[in-house]
T-cell receptor, first 112, second 114 residues
Framework: GQQVMQIPQYQHVQEGEDFTTYCNSSTTLSNIQWYKQRPGGHPVFLIQ?????EVKKQKRLTFQFGEAKKNSSLHITATQTTDVGTYFC????????????FGTGTQLKVEL | DGGITQSPKYLFRKEGQNVTLSCEQNLNHDAMYWYRQDPGQGLRLIYY???????QKGDIAEGYSVSREKKESFPLTVTSAQKNPTAFYLCASGGLTRPYNEQFFGPGTRLTVL
């Protein structure tokens, strides 16, 4: 079935540095969603991208969907300790039910 | 206060015992989902349901069972047939009214088999 590869698996940054995580697929995607999971917590929906080349911003977070709709990225500018957590991309599978397939996630650690 | 509740938060079980994890939502969502998360890994779909009295297997349904007798409730039973049940179990719900709908997650249940 459809899968998404997510890189990197881990990222350590100093507070104030930028951070980017990438999701890639070998097939064209209809959509992509991004979730954040704080340590010990549950995933929380951040955003959904549907259109080719779409760019959306949420404060310091910038989300992009590739022109070919085969990749997506999440970029955080000037990280803060509140950004710590694991960021997952997810795609909705065909076949109904809004089933999601999740990427393996990127764990972000921010040091002071 | 709308949301999804899961209970218990932590659960310990002896090998060979069945255990049922609770999931309740008051968001009036049609669809509900169960995921399993292992340390340092992503989420894998166990079962999902789009409507009362109907549900479908996900990617890793073996050793699990579910029921959907009410729209608000979607309990998961981890049976003794599940070979490696220790994991973090997450329940989610979502609408089906748009082509693509986000999912809302409960706080999760951490199951440990002793």
């Amino acid at each position: 079935g459809q899968q998404v590869m997510q890189i990197p698996q881990y990222q350590h940054v100093q507070e104030g540095e930028d951070f980017t995580t990438y999701c890639n697929s070998s097939t064209t995607l209809s959509n992509i969603q991004w979730y954040k999971q704080r340590p010990g917590g549950h995933p929380v929906f951040l955003i959904q991208l549907v259109k080719s080349g779409e760019v959306k911003k949420q404060k310091r977070l910038t989300f992009q969907f590739g022109e070919a709709k085969k990749n997506s990225s999440l970029h955080i500018t000037a990280t803060q300790t509140t950004d710590v957590g694991t960021y997952f991309c997810a795609i909705i599978l065909t076949g109904g039910g809004n089933k999601l397939t999740f990427g393996t996630g990127t764990q972000l650690k921010v040091e002071l | 206060d709308g949301g999804i509740t899961q209970s218990p938060k932590y659960l310990f079980r002896k090998e060979g015992q069945n255990v049922t994890l609770s999931c309740e939502q008051n968001l009036n969502h049609d669809a509900m989902y169960w995921y399993r998360q292992d340390p340092g890994q992503g989420l894998r779909l166990i079962y999902y349901s789009q409507i009362v009295n109907d549900f479908q297997k996900g990617d890793i349904a073996e050793g699990y069972s579910v029921s959907r007798e009410k729209k608000e409730s979607f309990p998961l039973t981890v049976t003794s047939a599940q070979k490696n049940p220790t994991a973090f179990y997450l329940c989610a719900s979502g609408g089906l009214t748009r082509p693509y709908n986000e999912q809302f997650f409960g706080p999760g249940t951490r199951l440990t088999v002793l």
